[in-house]
């Protein structure tokens, strides 16, 4: 791990009495590493593939993204075959016979001859698929294949797992400034704006082959309160306040998909969803006026807050599922997972739709609220509450919901309702639009202009009793007090002699210790 950190501040009056400011500025310059072993195909391996598919995604992939580092043999071909590290099949014959792999297709047998060509065919094989292949074996005699089934076929390298992030240290930059102006004994100006941003050149798993996901996080804030005091006992405070919470996900080399191995071989690109963006603005309005009269300390406010977020969480870039490296050799991905709009709403073609959205939302609050000092050691806050919190909106009508079917519960609406995940195409078997609400029944999936209803009816009393400090808390020791502040500082708030007295109103506690 290495770390420096830096900074400086500095602060002071402006006009005397008057306007103060107070700057500051901290640098973090952060790099940790978790050494860890990691699994990548031999360069043995790499040669063969290439040499047997040269115009192969895969001789391309293994040309250009080597694994970083020396490995250390850990298995051959024949070894793996059939063991723990995950092979799709337990014999070479597995792999031979079409009718495990493409035998039900228009091309039957074409991937049999491209494992014939990376890893030979023995006689054995042949044996061995003319007793459990379905019609037989397709070869008459061994062949020999680019790949010697003894040489080395996994190694294992130490993946350093960079990183620039751990917990409360990071890589970037903060700074802050303040300032307080008093304009007269009426009337006091307060404002901050704080800025902080991070950065992680690494935050991939595929980092060993050179694949990186930097990602950058900012998140600046800024806040005023202007407070004016009517009377002693009357006084108004006015807050605004503004906050981003802004990450972004990078992609250096966009053309090469996700690509995973079932056999935990170190894969290629990185995972799929990326690039991100997302950006979050925050806008606070807040307005309290205070009056204390007699007994009562009465504060009536009002809060305003407006969400705007907008993202991009790219669901364009495929990513490719391969049962072990063998298929991988050969391109023969079992699973392609990408994000596309099947044309269902709009009536198009199924196509890579955008996945920028644009979501919008107002949350609105009232209150009233009442500290009452009943007597000198009894304080009861009494309060009423109104909150309204709108649903999201996406600015385009980019929204889905889900609409349950008229089954007696949740559970049943998923598993039993009419025109739900599960029975939702047996009105319409082989209707593609089956999952859609009101293609096969009322449950499915529609588009909507929102998340749902606002509620409109969160209204509700707030309340609390706080006791002061009995007799026997003054009749402690100084000596027990410091050595109760000593053991325990995170319980007693001694500077708040109400709050520290709930903690001595049982008879009888004693101190730890005694």
């Known amino acids: 791990m290495r770390l420096n950190q830096f900074g400086a501040t500095a602060g002071g009056p402006i006009r005397k009495d008057k306007l103060f400011f107070l700057i500051a500025y901290q640098g973090e310059r952060f790099l940790t590493s978790s050494p860890s072993p990691a699994y990548t195909e031999s360069p043995q391996f790499q040669s063969a593939t290439i040499s047997a598919f040269p115009n192969s995604v895969a001789a391309l992939l293994y040309r250009s993204f080597p694994p970083e580092g020396h490995g250390t043999p850990v298995a051959t071909l024949r070894q793996f075959i059939g063991s723990s590290f995950g092979s799709r099949f ?79 240290l990071f890589n970037g930059n903060e700074a802050s400034i303040r300032m307080d102006y008093d304009l007269n004994a009426d009337n006091r100006f307060f404002s901050q704006f704080n800025w902080a941003q991070s950065r992680d050149s690494y935050s991939s798993a595929t980092d060993l082959r050179g694949f990186t996901n930097p990602s950058t996080v900012t998140t600046p804030n800024f806040q005023f309160s202007f407070i004016h005091t009517f009377t002693p006992a009357f006084l108004n405070e006015f807050r605004m306040g503004y906050a981003l919470n802004g990450s972004a996900i990078t992609v250096p080399l966009p053309g090469v998909p996700s690509i995973i191995f079932d056999d935990d071989i170190s894969g290629f690109g990185t995972g799929k969803g990326f690039p991100q963006n997302f950006r979050e603005d925050i806008y606070n309005y807040n ?26 969480f790219n669901a364009g870039r495929p990513e490719y599922s391969f049962f072990d490296s063998l298929f991988f050799a050969i391109d023969a991905p079992y699973l392609e997972d990408v994000g596309v709009d099947p044309g269902f709403v709009s009536g198009g073609p199924a196509s890579l739709a955008t996945s920028i959205r644009h979501w919008r939302n107002w949350d609105i609050g009232a209150y009233l ?59 319409c078997p082989g209707d593609p639009k089956a999952t859609l609400a009101g293609e096969c029944g009322p449950g499915g999936f529609a588009a909507a202009q929102n998340l749902g209803k606002a509620t409109p009816d969160d209204l509700g009393p707030t309340g609390g009793a706080c006791v002061g400090p009995v007799r026997e808390w003054q009749n402690l020791s100084a000596r027990r007090v410091r050595h109760f502040v000593r053991r325990q500082p995170a319980k007693t708030p001694v500077a708040n002699p109400v709050e520290s007295s709930i903690l001595f109103a049982q008879p009888g506690l004693e101190f730890p210790g005694q």
């Not at 061994?142 to 294992?156: C, H, M, S, Y």
């Not at 307005?287 to 991009?312: M, T, W, Y």
């Open 90 to 168: 337990q014999s070479f014959a597995d792999y031979l016979c079409p009718a495990n792999t493409d035998g039900g297709t228009s091309r039957p047998g074409a991937i049999s001859r491209k494992f014939a060509a990376l890893f030979g065919v023995e006689q054995a094989d042949i044996d061995r698929m003319n007793a459990n292949c379905a019609g037989g074996s397709p070869y008459t005699a061994p062949l020999t294949g680019a790949f010697n089934r003894d040489a080395g076929f996994i190694q294992k390298v130490i993946d350093p797992n960079n990183s620039q992030e751990d917990a409360n």
């Open 369 to 427: 609220n009442d500290d009452w000092k009943v007597s000198r050691r009894v304080t009861l806050t009494l309060g009423l509450r109104y909150d309204l919190y709108t649903r999201d909106t996406e600015l385009n009508d980019l929204t889905t919901k889900f609409i349950t079917g008229p089954g007696r519960n949740f559970i049943d609406d998923i598993t039993t309702g009419a025109g739900q995940i599960k029975d939702a195409g047996r009105p």
């Open 287 to 312: 307005d309290v006026l205070s009056v204390a009269r007699g007994k009562h300390n009465l504060k009536a406010g009002i809060e305003l807050r407006r969400n705007i977020e907008n993202s991009d």
